[in-house]
């Protein structure tokens, strides 16, 4: 047997003999989660529901220390984000849903196209909802000794009073490895504090009800202050020489002041509006900026990135008829849509590539493929899925 075989047999026996420990710890683990639940008010009953069948979920714990090593361009972010596609589906999506979208607006008085908007960045209209069941990956871990275990420990506790309540059925509380969960992505914690009944049926089901989903999010917003009527922003030229310096959705001032500077509207006109703005300069000041209300903190308080609330704010602009972003961004590389990122996988798999699913969600495997196509033709070894590639394959 060569060294590296040997090695290999060691770890495996190593692998085999710790699975049942590891099996065992997590059982102690629950028992003790058990009686931490029962001291809440949580049921045996409950808990046995949430837990049957669960078990020590290692991927869960890839997931939560991978470091991501591609840091994704504004540009690509927003092209994935806010293409023709995710318009279209969430135009069908406001149609379809349209009775539960006014009563949300109604009630909450948050305009429907920001609450759509919402819904279509964090789940594409409820297609992409998360498939890792939420008590196994909060349970996984916590009883890991998670860095972050006692938040962890919050939310597995949120989520069994959930069970419990019997909003949700266990089953159907699927979400991402961290545990956002729904049409509109809540963490459980968040559930409990602003989800509400959309539908009168005495549930609060962010899972399969839309109406209790797209009232939950209004409800969201309006406690983080959104103020209807009010834009959350609109896109600015900015005059030549502008000090970046000056730039920040919290560096707010008159418009009056930005209007002094040389900021105008992107069309040239002059800037409008009462409330005082922030100018956000994403890509710097050579590309697009926009001018943002307090409004866009709202958005921004949705997930706590300022690309993020961008994107649902164009996505929202979008809805309502408006055009998208007018300024180009600083790249010779256009970004891809979703579409175009579909396409670009099907070539690389029609090369023997193995990609996945082609479906326009761009992973490890379709970047590694783009630079080795990078390589073949000479170019920086990016894995970026860009114009550049895609014309490249196009063109054979």
Same mark, same amino acid.
């Given at each position: 047997?060569?060294?590296?075989?040997?090695?290999?047999?060691?770890?495996?026996?190593?692998? $085999?003999?710790?699975?049942?420990?590891?099996?065992?710890?997590?059982?102690?683990?629950?028992?003790?989660?058990?009686?931490?639940?029962?001291?809440?008010?949580?049921?045996?009953?409950?808990?046995?529901?949430?837990?049957?069948?669960?078990?020590?979920?290692?991927?869960?714990?890839?997931?939560?220390?991978?470091?991501?090593?591609?840091?994704?361009?504004?540009?690509?972010?927003?092209?994935?984000?806010?293409?023709?596609?995710?318009?279209?589906?969430?135009?069908?999506?406001?149609?379809?849903? %349209?009775?539960?979208?006014?009563?949300?607006?109604?009630?909450?008085?948050?305009?429907?196209?920001?609450?759509?908007?919402? *819904? #279509?960045?964090?789940?594409?209209?409820?297609?992409?909802?998360?498939?890792?069941?939420?008590?196994?990956?909060?349970?996984?871990?916590?009883?890991?000794?998670?860095?972050?275990?006692?938040?962890?420990?919050?939310?597995?506790?949120?989520?069994?009073?959930?069970?419990?309540?019997?909003?949700?059925?266990?089953?159907?509380?699927?979400?991402? *490895?961290?545990?956002?969960?729904?049409? $509109?992505?809540?963490?459980?914690?968040?559930?409990?504090?602003?989800?509400?009944?959309?539908?009168?049926?005495?549930?609060?089901?962010?899972?399969?009800?839309?109406?209790?989903?797209?009232?939950?999010?209004?409800?969201?917003?309006?406690?983080?202050?959104?103020?209807?009527?009010?834009? *959350?922003?609109?896109?600015?030229?900015?005059?030549?020489?502008?000090?970046?310096?000056?730039?920040?959705?919290?560096?707010?001032?008159?418009?009056?002041?930005?209007?002094?500077?040389?900021?105008?509207?992107?069309?040239?006109?002059?800037?409008?509006?009462?409330?005082?703005?922030?100018?956000?300069?994403?890509?710097?000041?050579?590309?697009?900026?926009?001018?943002? $209300?307090?409004?866009?903190?709202?958005?921004?308080?949705?997930?706590?990135?300022?690309?993020? #609330?961008?994107?649902?704010?164009?996505?929202?602009?979008?809805?309502?008829?408006?055009? %998208?972003?007018?300024?180009?961004?600083? $790249?010779?590389?256009?970004?891809?849509?979703?579409?175009?990122?579909?396409?670009?996988?099907?070539?690389?798999?029609?090369?023997?590539?193995?990609?996945?699913?082609?479906?326009?969600?761009?992973?490890?495997?379709?970047?590694?493929?783009?630079?080795?196509?990078?390589?073949?033709?000479?170019?920086?070894?990016?894995?970026?899925?860009?114009?550049?590639?895609?014309?490249?394959?196009?063109?054979?």
């Amino acid at each position: 047997m060569t060294p590296r075989a040997t090695l290999t047999a060691l770890f495996c026996l190593a692998g $085999t003999a710790a699975a049942p420990a590891a099996r065992a710890d997590f059982q102690d683990c629950l028992a003790g989660l058990q009686s931490q639940a029962a001291a809440q008010g949580i049921s045996a009953q409950a808990f046995r529901a949430a837990t049957n069948g669960i078990a020590h979920d290692p991927k869960v714990l890839e997931l939560a220390g991978a470091q991501p090593e591609f840091k994704t361009p504004i540009w690509d972010y927003m092209a994935a984000l806010v293409d023709e596609e995710r318009v279209d589906d969430g135009k069908a999506a406001m149609k379809q849903h %349209g009775q539960a979208l006014a009563n949300a607006e109604s009630r909450y008085s948050v305009d429907r196209y920001t609450i759509a908007a919402v *819904w #279509g960045v964090e789940s594409n209209f409820g297609k992409n909802l998360g498939k890792m069941p939420l008590v196994q990956s909060f349970a996984t871990l916590i009883c890991a000794n998670h860095r972050r275990k006692d938040f962890f420990k919050g939310e597995l506790m949120a989520t069994l009073k959930i069970i419990e309540r019997g909003d949700i059925d266990p089953s159907r509380l699927n979400g991402s *490895w961290a545990g956002a969960f729904g049409q $509109t992505q809540f963490m459980p914690t968040t559930y409990q504090r602003l989800a509400v009944d959309g539908d009168g049926d005495g549930r609060r089901d962010l899972v399969d009800s839309v109406p209790d989903a797209v009232a939950s999010t209004a409800n969201f917003l309006r406690v983080a202050k959104w103020q209807n009527g009010q834009p *959350w922003g609109y896109e600015v030229r900015l005059p030549r020489g502008f000090n970046a310096g000056a730039a920040g959705r919290k560096n707010r001032h008159a418009v009056s002041h930005w209007a002094s500077l040389g900021v105008t509207r992107i069309d040239g006109r002059p800037l409008t509006g009462d409330a005082p703005i922030g100018i956000l300069i994403p890509a710097g000041v050579n590309g697009p900026a926009f001018a943002v $209300t307090k409004n866009f903190d709202a958005l921004y308080s949705y997930n706590a990135a300022e690309s993020y #609330g961008l994107a649902i704010a164009v996505l929202s602009d979008r809805l309502r008829g408006r055009p %998208g972003i007018q300024a180009e961004w600083p $790249t010779d590389d256009p970004p891809l849509s979703r579409a175009e990122r579909r396409d670009l996988q099907t070539r690389l798999a029609a090369r023997g590539y193995d990609v996945g699913e082609p479906d326009g969600k761009v992973g490890s495997k379709t970047r590694d493929a783009i630079k080795e196509i990078e390589r073949s033709l000479g170019m920086p070894q990016t894995g970026r899925p860009g114009a550049k590639v895609l014309e490249a394959l196009r063109r054979g």
